[in-house]
Protein backbone atom coordinates (compact mmCIF):
# COMPACT_ATOMS: atom_id res chain seq x y z
CA UNK A 1 0.00 0.00 0.00
CA UNK A 2 1.32 3.56 -0.61
CA UNK A 3 1.87 6.27 1.96
CA UNK A 4 0.11 9.37 2.28
CA UNK A 5 1.43 12.03 0.14
CA UNK A 6 2.95 15.13 1.59
CA UNK A 7 1.09 17.32 -0.57
CA UNK A 8 -1.87 17.17 -2.69
CA UNK A 9 -3.87 19.38 -4.91
CA UNK A 10 -7.52 18.84 -3.41
CA UNK A 11 -7.75 16.88 -0.03
CA UNK A 12 -11.22 15.11 0.33
CA UNK A 13 -11.95 14.47 3.90
CA UNK A 14 -13.88 10.81 3.97
CA UNK A 15 -14.95 8.54 1.62
CA UNK A 16 -18.97 8.34 1.54
CA UNK A 17 -20.60 9.19 -0.95
CA UNK A 18 -20.19 12.99 -1.23
CA UNK A 19 -16.34 12.44 -0.81
CA UNK A 20 -15.85 9.82 -3.35
CA UNK A 21 -18.03 11.18 -6.11
CA UNK A 22 -16.05 14.78 -5.77
CA UNK A 23 -13.28 12.78 -5.72
CA UNK A 24 -14.21 11.36 -8.93
CA UNK A 25 -15.01 14.06 -10.55
CA UNK A 26 -11.60 15.86 -9.87
CA UNK A 27 -10.00 12.99 -11.02
CA UNK A 28 -11.49 12.55 -14.40
CA UNK A 29 -10.26 16.39 -15.02
CA UNK A 30 -6.75 15.37 -14.35
CA UNK A 31 -6.29 16.86 -10.87
CA UNK A 32 -4.22 15.71 -8.31
CA UNK A 33 -6.79 14.48 -5.18
CA UNK A 34 -6.25 12.70 -2.26
CA UNK A 35 -9.39 11.22 0.19
CA UNK A 36 -8.20 10.23 3.60
CA UNK A 37 -11.25 8.18 5.31
CA UNK A 38 -11.16 7.12 8.94
CA UNK A 39 -12.72 4.04 8.97
CA UNK A 40 -12.34 0.54 6.76
CA UNK A 41 -13.74 0.38 4.00
CA UNK A 42 -16.46 -1.26 2.96
CA UNK A 43 -18.28 -0.04 6.27
CA UNK A 44 -21.60 -0.74 7.56
CA UNK A 45 -24.19 2.03 7.11
CA UNK A 46 -27.59 3.09 7.38
CA UNK A 47 -29.95 4.99 4.44
CA UNK A 48 -30.53 1.96 2.02
CA UNK A 49 -33.17 3.45 -0.48
CA UNK A 50 -31.47 5.86 -3.26
CA UNK A 51 -33.14 8.53 -5.59
CA UNK A 52 -33.95 7.75 -9.50
CA UNK A 53 -31.87 11.04 -9.88
CA UNK A 54 -28.61 9.64 -8.59
CA UNK A 55 -28.19 7.72 -11.61
CA UNK A 56 -27.42 10.74 -13.76
CA UNK A 57 -25.07 11.57 -11.70
CA UNK A 58 -23.03 7.81 -11.60
CA UNK A 59 -23.44 8.24 -15.52
CA UNK A 60 -21.17 11.57 -15.36
CA UNK A 61 -18.47 9.72 -13.87
CA UNK A 62 -18.96 6.90 -15.48
CA UNK A 63 -20.09 4.45 -12.39
CA UNK A 64 -23.53 4.33 -13.41
CA UNK A 65 -23.21 0.63 -15.40
CA UNK A 66 -20.60 -0.61 -13.12
CA UNK A 67 -23.12 -0.01 -9.57
CA UNK A 68 -25.47 -1.52 -12.21
CA UNK A 69 -24.21 -4.66 -12.59
CA UNK A 70 -23.85 -5.47 -8.53
CA UNK A 71 -27.44 -6.49 -8.61
CA UNK A 72 -28.83 -4.12 -6.18
CA UNK A 73 -32.48 -4.41 -6.02
CA UNK A 74 -34.47 -2.01 -7.97
CA UNK A 75 -36.39 0.17 -6.86
CA UNK A 76 -39.67 1.15 -9.40
CA UNK A 77 -40.95 3.77 -6.40
CA UNK A 78 -42.48 4.39 -3.43
CA UNK A 79 -45.68 4.19 -0.88
CA UNK A 80 -46.44 6.71 1.15
CA UNK A 81 -49.46 5.80 3.59
CA UNK A 82 -49.68 9.16 5.41
CA UNK A 83 -53.12 8.63 6.92
CA UNK A 84 -54.81 5.40 7.53
CA UNK A 85 -57.44 5.93 5.20
CA UNK A 86 -55.36 5.96 2.10
CA UNK A 87 -51.69 5.18 1.05
CA UNK A 88 -50.00 7.30 -2.29
CA UNK A 89 -47.59 5.85 -4.69
CA UNK A 90 -45.22 7.86 -6.41
CA UNK A 91 -43.07 6.13 -9.28
CA UNK A 92 -39.46 6.32 -10.19
CA UNK A 93 -39.40 5.50 -13.43
CA UNK A 94 -38.49 7.60 -17.03
CA UNK A 95 -39.51 5.73 -19.48
CA UNK A 96 -36.91 7.60 -22.51
CA UNK A 97 -34.18 6.05 -20.45
CA UNK A 98 -35.57 3.13 -18.40
CA UNK A 99 -34.33 4.53 -15.31
CA UNK A 100 -34.98 3.57 -11.94
CA UNK A 101 -33.90 3.90 -8.38
CA UNK A 102 -32.36 1.65 -6.04
CA UNK A 103 -32.08 0.09 -2.69
CA UNK A 104 -28.70 -0.59 -1.54
CA UNK A 105 -26.47 -2.20 1.20
CA UNK A 106 -24.60 1.11 1.26
CA UNK A 107 -21.64 -1.16 2.82
CA UNK A 108 -21.18 -2.59 -1.04
CA UNK A 109 -22.46 0.34 -2.51
CA UNK A 110 -20.12 3.18 -0.83
CA UNK A 111 -17.55 0.94 -1.46
CA UNK A 112 -17.97 1.15 -4.99
CA UNK A 113 -18.26 4.45 -5.64
CA UNK A 114 -14.69 4.57 -3.46
CA UNK A 115 -12.76 2.39 -4.98
CA UNK A 116 -14.27 3.96 -8.08
CA UNK A 117 -12.35 7.30 -7.47
CA UNK A 118 -9.40 5.35 -7.43
CA UNK A 119 -9.99 3.69 -10.83
CA UNK A 120 -10.02 7.50 -11.63
CA UNK A 121 -6.78 8.81 -10.66
CA UNK A 122 -7.98 9.44 -6.62
CA UNK A 123 -5.13 8.71 -4.44
CA UNK A 124 -7.37 6.80 -1.42
CA UNK A 125 -6.54 5.60 2.02
CA UNK A 126 -8.95 4.26 4.44
CA UNK A 127 -8.41 3.97 8.10
CA UNK A 128 -6.77 7.33 7.88
CA UNK A 129 -8.47 9.66 10.20
CA UNK A 130 -7.96 13.48 9.83
CA UNK A 131 -7.35 14.66 13.43
CA UNK A 132 -6.94 18.25 12.92
CA UNK A 133 -6.60 21.26 10.29
CA UNK A 134 -3.38 23.68 10.26
CA UNK A 135 -4.19 27.34 8.82
CA UNK A 136 -2.25 29.98 6.73
CA UNK A 137 -0.13 32.34 8.81
CA UNK A 138 -1.91 34.91 6.95
CA UNK A 139 -5.49 33.84 6.69
CA UNK A 140 -6.83 32.48 9.86
CA UNK A 141 -9.59 31.34 8.26
CA UNK A 142 -8.12 29.16 4.95
CA UNK A 143 -7.27 25.54 5.87
CA UNK A 144 -3.53 24.29 4.43
CA UNK A 145 -2.62 21.46 6.04
CA UNK A 146 -4.25 18.37 7.84
CA UNK A 147 -3.19 16.79 10.92
CA UNK A 148 -3.80 12.75 10.06
CA UNK A 149 -3.23 9.40 11.83
CA UNK A 150 -4.02 6.13 11.21
CA UNK A 151 -4.85 2.39 12.73
CA UNK A 152 -1.43 1.49 12.91
CA UNK A 153 -0.59 4.89 15.16
CA UNK A 154 1.34 6.46 12.21
CA UNK A 155 1.09 10.27 12.12
CA UNK A 156 1.36 12.86 9.60
CA UNK A 157 0.84 16.20 7.80
CA UNK A 158 -0.72 16.66 4.49
CA UNK A 159 -0.56 20.05 2.86
CA UNK A 160 -3.16 20.72 0.40
CA UNK A 161 -4.56 23.45 -1.92
CA UNK A 162 -8.03 22.82 -1.74
CA UNK A 163 -10.27 21.35 1.12
CA UNK A 164 -13.45 18.99 0.31
CA UNK A 165 -15.08 18.29 4.32
CA UNK A 166 -17.13 15.17 3.58
CA UNK A 167 -16.81 13.98 6.87
CA UNK A 168 -20.21 13.36 7.86
CA UNK A 169 -21.42 13.72 11.26
CA UNK A 170 -17.78 14.49 12.20
CA UNK A 171 -18.25 17.60 10.83
CA UNK A 172 -14.68 18.51 10.68
CA UNK A 173 -14.88 22.10 9.23
CA UNK A 174 -18.21 22.48 10.84
CA UNK A 175 -18.30 20.80 13.72
CA UNK A 176 -14.76 21.31 15.70
CA UNK A 177 -14.12 24.38 13.85
CA UNK A 178 -16.73 26.99 12.58
CA UNK A 179 -19.27 25.16 15.39
CA UNK A 180 -22.04 26.74 12.48
CA UNK A 181 -24.38 24.01 12.80
CA UNK A 182 -28.09 24.42 13.06
CA UNK A 183 -30.46 22.15 14.49
CA UNK A 184 -33.84 21.95 14.02
CA UNK A 185 -35.91 21.06 16.78
CA UNK A 186 -38.96 19.84 14.80
CA UNK A 187 -36.62 17.20 13.41
CA UNK A 188 -34.41 16.20 16.18
CA UNK A 189 -35.64 12.80 15.72
CA UNK A 190 -34.05 9.49 16.63
CA UNK A 191 -34.14 5.99 14.48
CA UNK A 192 -34.56 2.73 15.80
CA UNK A 193 -34.23 -0.36 13.62
CA UNK A 194 -33.76 -3.79 12.18
CA UNK A 195 -33.70 -6.15 9.43
CA UNK A 196 -35.63 -9.17 8.96
CA UNK A 197 -35.40 -12.13 6.57
CA UNK A 198 -38.18 -14.71 5.30
CA UNK A 199 -41.25 -14.96 3.24
CA UNK A 200 -41.82 -10.67 2.91
CA UNK A 201 -45.07 -10.31 1.07
CA UNK A 202 -45.34 -6.29 -0.38
CA UNK A 203 -44.82 -6.68 -4.19
CA UNK A 204 -43.38 -9.75 -4.42
CA UNK A 205 -44.41 -11.36 -8.19
CA UNK A 206 -45.73 -7.81 -9.45
CA UNK A 207 -44.51 -4.11 -11.14
CA UNK A 208 -43.81 -3.38 -7.83
CA UNK A 209 -41.80 -5.76 -6.35
CA UNK A 210 -38.44 -3.50 -4.54
CA UNK A 211 -40.62 -1.01 -3.94
CA UNK A 212 -39.91 0.59 -0.27
CA UNK A 213 -43.04 2.36 1.76
CA UNK A 214 -43.39 4.94 4.88
CA UNK A 215 -46.26 3.82 6.89
CA UNK A 216 -47.28 6.93 9.69
CA UNK A 217 -47.60 5.16 12.70
CA UNK A 218 -51.12 5.49 13.86
CA UNK A 219 -50.07 7.67 17.38
CA UNK A 220 -49.27 10.52 15.02
CA UNK A 221 -45.33 10.41 16.50
CA UNK A 222 -43.21 9.43 13.74
CA UNK A 223 -43.11 7.19 10.63
CA UNK A 224 -42.02 3.54 9.95
CA UNK A 225 -39.93 2.21 6.72
CA UNK A 226 -39.72 -1.25 4.65
CA UNK A 227 -37.21 -1.19 2.61
CA UNK A 228 -35.74 -4.60 0.49
CA UNK A 229 -32.07 -4.55 -0.01
CA UNK A 230 -29.66 -6.46 -2.20
CA UNK A 231 -28.15 -8.94 0.92
CA UNK A 232 -31.88 -10.69 0.93
CA UNK A 233 -32.75 -8.86 3.66
CA UNK A 234 -35.42 -6.00 4.53
CA UNK A 235 -34.79 -2.95 6.67
CA UNK A 236 -37.95 -2.08 8.92
CA UNK A 237 -37.45 0.83 11.19
CA UNK A 238 -38.86 3.87 12.83
CA UNK A 239 -38.02 7.59 13.11
CA UNK A 240 -39.50 9.66 15.78
CA UNK A 241 -38.84 12.86 17.62
CA UNK A 242 -36.91 12.48 20.29
CA UNK A 243 -39.93 13.96 22.61
CA UNK A 244 -41.88 11.35 21.95
CA UNK A 245 -39.43 8.47 21.86
CA UNK A 246 -38.04 9.48 25.31
CA UNK A 247 -41.43 8.64 26.47
CA UNK A 248 -41.77 5.04 24.40
CA UNK A 249 -38.28 4.45 25.58
CA UNK A 250 -39.39 5.01 30.14
CA UNK A 251 -38.78 1.10 31.42
CA UNK A 252 -38.06 -0.89 28.51
CA UNK A 253 -34.89 -2.18 26.40
CA UNK A 254 -33.99 -1.13 23.03
CA UNK A 255 -36.05 -4.53 21.87
CA UNK A 256 -39.02 -3.87 23.96
CA UNK A 257 -39.06 -0.23 22.70
CA UNK A 258 -38.47 -1.81 18.76
CA UNK A 259 -41.62 -4.65 19.09
CA UNK A 260 -43.68 -2.54 20.74
CA UNK A 261 -43.66 0.08 17.40
CA UNK A 262 -45.57 -2.22 15.32
CA UNK A 263 -48.81 -1.95 17.47
CA UNK A 264 -48.93 1.33 15.96
CA UNK A 265 -48.61 -0.10 12.44
CA UNK A 266 -51.06 -2.07 9.34
CA UNK A 267 -49.04 -1.93 6.19
CA UNK A 268 -45.38 -3.14 7.83
CA UNK A 269 -47.40 -5.83 9.62
CA UNK A 270 -48.73 -7.62 6.73
CA UNK A 271 -45.34 -7.05 4.50
CA UNK A 272 -42.79 -8.51 6.84
CA UNK A 273 -45.07 -11.78 7.29
CA UNK A 274 -43.25 -14.32 9.23
CA UNK A 275 -40.11 -12.98 8.46
CA UNK A 276 -37.51 -13.24 11.42
CA UNK A 277 -34.96 -10.73 12.92
CA UNK A 278 -31.28 -11.33 11.85
CA UNK A 279 -28.41 -10.64 14.01
CA UNK A 280 -26.81 -7.32 14.40
CA UNK A 281 -24.94 -6.35 10.62
CA UNK A 282 -21.75 -5.04 12.79
CA UNK A 283 -21.48 -7.96 15.43
CA UNK A 284 -23.14 -5.55 17.77
CA UNK A 285 -24.98 -7.91 20.62
CA UNK A 286 -28.49 -6.66 20.17
CA UNK A 287 -30.18 -7.52 16.61
CA UNK A 288 -31.70 -3.47 17.10
CA UNK A 289 -29.86 -0.56 16.09
CA UNK A 290 -31.03 3.39 17.57
CA UNK A 291 -28.94 6.54 16.21
CA UNK A 292 -29.82 9.95 16.05
CA UNK A 293 -31.25 11.68 13.15
CA UNK A 294 -31.42 15.54 14.01
CA UNK A 295 -31.33 17.63 11.18
CA UNK A 296 -29.01 20.25 10.69
CA UNK A 297 -27.50 22.63 8.47
CA UNK A 298 -24.22 24.33 8.62
CA UNK A 299 -24.29 28.24 7.93
CA UNK A 300 -20.60 28.27 6.17
CA UNK A 301 -21.04 25.82 3.58
CA UNK A 302 -17.94 26.96 1.45
CA UNK A 303 -15.79 30.11 1.10
CA UNK A 304 -11.80 30.58 0.09
CA UNK A 305 -10.32 27.32 -0.77
CA UNK A 306 -12.67 24.91 1.35
CA UNK A 307 -15.63 23.43 0.53
CA UNK A 308 -18.18 21.16 2.73
CA UNK A 309 -20.65 18.33 1.06
CA UNK A 310 -22.83 15.39 2.53
CA UNK A 311 -23.80 15.40 6.11
CA UNK A 312 -20.72 17.06 7.40
CA UNK A 313 -22.84 20.04 5.60
CA UNK A 314 -26.24 19.02 5.97
CA UNK A 315 -28.51 16.05 6.99
CA UNK A 316 -32.41 16.80 6.75
CA UNK A 317 -34.55 13.45 7.46
CA UNK A 318 -34.60 9.86 5.51
CA UNK A 319 -37.81 10.60 5.03
CA UNK A 320 -37.75 10.72 0.94
CA UNK A 321 -34.59 8.95 0.82
CA UNK A 322 -32.32 12.58 -0.55
CA UNK A 323 -29.20 11.68 1.67
CA UNK A 324 -27.09 10.43 -1.22
CA UNK A 325 -28.64 12.94 -3.45
CA UNK A 326 -27.91 15.85 -1.73
CA UNK A 327 -23.92 14.29 -1.12
CA UNK A 328 -24.28 13.96 -4.68
CA UNK A 329 -25.13 17.33 -5.45
CA UNK A 330 -22.68 18.81 -2.91
CA UNK A 331 -19.90 16.52 -4.27
CA UNK A 332 -20.35 17.51 -7.90
CA UNK A 333 -20.67 21.66 -7.08
CA UNK A 334 -17.35 21.46 -4.56
CA UNK A 335 -15.84 19.63 -7.03
CA UNK A 336 -16.59 21.99 -10.24
CA UNK A 337 -16.38 25.22 -8.23
CA UNK A 338 -12.84 24.29 -7.09
CA UNK A 339 -12.15 23.33 -10.90
CA UNK A 340 -13.47 26.34 -12.10
CA UNK A 341 -10.87 28.05 -9.84
CA UNK A 342 -8.12 26.55 -10.80
CA UNK A 343 -8.64 26.45 -14.67
CA UNK A 344 -8.83 30.08 -13.73
CA UNK A 345 -12.83 30.70 -15.06
CA UNK A 346 -14.10 32.29 -11.60
CA UNK A 347 -12.51 33.96 -8.36
CA UNK A 348 -12.55 31.95 -5.41
CA UNK A 349 -15.55 34.28 -4.00
CA UNK A 350 -17.73 33.10 -7.00
CA UNK A 351 -16.84 29.80 -6.98
CA UNK A 352 -17.47 29.22 -3.73
CA UNK A 353 -20.63 31.25 -3.91
CA UNK A 354 -22.28 28.64 -6.61
CA UNK A 355 -21.55 25.75 -4.09
CA UNK A 356 -23.36 27.56 -1.32
CA UNK A 357 -26.12 28.45 -3.93
CA UNK A 358 -26.56 24.80 -5.01
CA UNK A 359 -26.46 22.52 -1.78
CA UNK A 360 -28.71 25.23 0.00
CA UNK A 361 -30.84 25.29 -2.83
CA UNK A 362 -31.76 21.35 -3.08
CA UNK A 363 -31.54 21.57 0.93
CA UNK A 364 -34.33 23.84 0.44
CA UNK A 365 -35.86 21.99 -1.74
CA UNK A 366 -36.10 18.51 0.40
CA UNK A 367 -36.58 20.61 3.69
CA UNK A 368 -39.67 22.15 2.60
CA UNK A 369 -41.49 19.16 1.26
CA UNK A 370 -40.05 17.26 4.53
CA UNK A 371 -41.26 19.45 6.85
CA UNK A 372 -44.78 19.68 5.35
CA UNK A 373 -45.17 16.17 5.32
CA UNK A 374 -44.47 16.11 8.97
CA UNK A 375 -47.10 18.37 9.70
CA UNK A 376 -49.36 15.89 7.96
CA UNK A 377 -47.90 13.27 9.64
CA UNK A 378 -47.98 14.67 13.60
CA UNK A 379 -51.60 15.41 13.15
CA UNK A 380 -55.42 14.92 11.83
CA UNK A 381 -55.14 18.29 9.70
CA UNK A 382 -55.94 17.69 6.31
CA UNK A 383 -52.62 19.33 4.83
CA UNK A 384 -51.91 17.94 1.59
CA UNK A 385 -55.42 17.39 0.37
CA UNK A 386 -58.41 19.92 0.42
CA UNK A 387 -61.04 18.52 2.65
CA UNK A 388 -63.35 16.84 0.12
CA UNK A 389 -59.94 15.08 -1.70
CA UNK A 390 -59.97 11.36 -0.75
CA UNK A 391 -56.58 11.04 -1.88
CA UNK A 392 -52.87 12.95 -1.65
CA UNK A 393 -52.94 12.05 -5.37
CA UNK A 394 -52.98 16.17 -6.36
CA UNK A 395 -49.91 16.83 -3.76
CA UNK A 396 -47.61 13.97 -4.70
CA UNK A 397 -48.26 15.25 -8.29
CA UNK A 398 -46.67 18.51 -7.44
CA UNK A 399 -44.18 18.03 -5.02
CA UNK A 400 -42.52 14.72 -7.26
CA UNK A 401 -40.28 16.83 -8.84
CA UNK A 402 -38.81 17.27 -5.24
CA UNK A 403 -38.87 14.00 -3.55
CA UNK A 404 -37.49 12.29 -6.96
CA UNK A 405 -34.61 14.23 -7.08
CA UNK A 406 -34.98 15.02 -10.78
CA UNK A 407 -35.92 18.91 -9.85
CA UNK A 408 -32.61 19.15 -9.59
CA UNK A 409 -31.05 17.77 -12.52
CA UNK A 410 -33.36 18.55 -14.48
CA UNK A 411 -35.62 15.93 -15.55
CA UNK A 412 -38.84 15.06 -14.99
CA UNK A 413 -40.88 11.51 -15.91
CA UNK A 414 -44.74 11.03 -16.64
CA UNK A 415 -46.60 8.43 -17.95
CA UNK A 416 -46.10 9.21 -21.43
CA UNK A 417 -42.45 9.03 -21.30
CA UNK A 418 -39.68 11.41 -20.97
CA UNK A 419 -40.33 15.34 -20.71
CA UNK A 420 -37.79 18.61 -19.63
CA UNK A 421 -38.86 19.41 -16.23
CA UNK A 422 -39.76 23.70 -16.57
CA UNK A 423 -38.81 26.46 -14.52
CA UNK A 424 -43.21 26.70 -13.72
CA UNK A 425 -43.33 23.00 -12.42
CA UNK A 426 -40.61 23.63 -10.16
CA UNK A 427 -41.96 26.76 -9.01
CA UNK A 428 -45.24 25.31 -8.60
CA UNK A 429 -43.86 22.56 -6.31
CA UNK A 430 -41.86 25.04 -3.77
CA UNK A 431 -45.27 27.46 -3.57
CA UNK A 432 -47.48 24.72 -2.83
CA UNK A 433 -45.26 23.63 -0.11
CA UNK A 434 -44.57 27.16 0.91
CA UNK A 435 -48.36 27.64 0.95
CA UNK A 436 -49.06 24.64 4.06
CA UNK A 437 -46.70 26.38 6.71
CA UNK A 438 -49.88 29.23 6.36
CA UNK A 439 -53.09 29.35 8.38
CA UNK A 440 -53.93 28.25 11.82
CA UNK A 441 -51.82 25.24 13.46
CA UNK A 442 -54.42 23.60 15.82
CA UNK A 443 -52.98 20.65 16.77
CA UNK A 444 -50.56 20.64 19.67
CA UNK A 445 -47.91 18.77 18.24
CA UNK A 446 -47.67 21.36 15.25
CA UNK A 447 -45.80 23.60 17.57
CA UNK A 448 -42.80 21.83 16.94
CA UNK A 449 -42.89 22.99 13.49
CA UNK A 450 -42.33 26.50 14.31
CA UNK A 451 -38.59 26.40 14.17
CA UNK A 452 -39.10 24.94 10.71
CA UNK A 453 -41.02 27.68 9.50
CA UNK A 454 -38.32 30.31 10.98
CA UNK A 455 -35.57 27.62 8.67
CA UNK A 456 -37.92 28.59 5.62
CA UNK A 457 -38.10 32.12 6.36
CA UNK A 458 -33.92 32.02 6.81
CA UNK A 459 -33.46 30.27 3.22
CA UNK A 460 -35.87 32.05 1.65
CA UNK A 461 -34.63 35.12 2.44
CA UNK A 462 -30.95 34.23 1.30
CA UNK A 463 -32.73 32.99 -2.29
CA UNK A 464 -36.38 33.21 -3.83
CA UNK A 465 -38.42 30.37 -3.78
CA UNK A 466 -38.16 30.24 -7.72
CA UNK A 467 -35.03 28.91 -7.77
CA UNK A 468 -33.18 28.08 -11.20
CA UNK A 469 -32.01 24.87 -12.05
CA UNK A 470 -29.52 25.37 -14.18
CA UNK A 471 -26.45 24.63 -11.81
CA UNK A 472 -25.09 20.77 -11.64
CA UNK A 473 -28.44 20.26 -14.27
CA UNK A 474 -26.37 21.71 -16.95
CA UNK A 475 -23.52 19.75 -16.49
CA UNK A 476 -25.85 16.08 -16.30
CA UNK A 477 -27.16 17.42 -19.76
CA UNK A 478 -24.74 15.12 -21.54
CA UNK A 479 -24.78 12.25 -18.71
CA UNK A 480 -29.14 12.74 -19.25
CA UNK A 481 -28.23 12.18 -23.43
CA UNK A 482 -25.89 8.74 -22.75
CA UNK A 483 -28.34 7.65 -20.90
CA UNK A 484 -31.00 7.71 -23.27
CA UNK A 485 -28.25 5.84 -26.16
CA UNK A 486 -27.46 2.94 -24.18
CA UNK A 487 -30.86 1.91 -23.64
CA UNK A 488 -32.00 -0.94 -26.75
CA UNK A 489 -35.16 -2.73 -26.76
CA UNK A 490 -36.41 -1.28 -23.40
CA UNK A 491 -40.21 -1.59 -22.96
CA UNK A 492 -41.42 0.92 -20.17
CA UNK A 493 -43.23 -0.10 -16.92
CA UNK A 494 -46.65 1.51 -17.02
CA UNK A 495 -47.79 3.65 -14.17
CA UNK A 496 -49.41 1.61 -11.23
CA UNK A 497 -52.51 3.14 -9.92
CA UNK A 498 -52.06 3.83 -6.18
Not at 261 to 288: C, Y
Not at 357 to 385: C, H, P
Request: with cysteine; net charge negative.
Amino acid sequence: MSSVPEKTTVLVIGGGPAGSYSASVLARHGIDVTILEGTKFPRYHIGESLLESTNYFLEYIGAREKVLAHGFVKKPGATFKLRRDFPRTTNFIDHSTGNHALNVNRAEYDDILFRHAESQGAKIFDEHKVTGLVFSAEDSDRPVAAEWSNRSSDKGVIKFDYLIDASGRYGVLSDKYHKDRKVTQSLKNLAIWGYWKGNYKYGQGTDREGAPFIEGLHDHTGWAWFIPINDDTVSIGACIHEKYMKEKKAGKTQEEVYNAIFSQLDMVNDAKADSVLVPNKEGGSSPVYMASYFSYLADNVGAKNYRLAGDAAAFIDPLFSNGVHIAFVGGLSAALSIISVIEGRATEQAAADFHSRELKTVYMRFFVVVAAVYRQLRGELDILNDVNETTFDRAFALIRPVIQGTGDVGQDSTSSGNKELTESELQAAMEFVFKLFGGKHSHAMDNLDVDARDRLKALGDQMPINVQHDGVKAVLDEARAVMKTKVRNYTPILPVAA
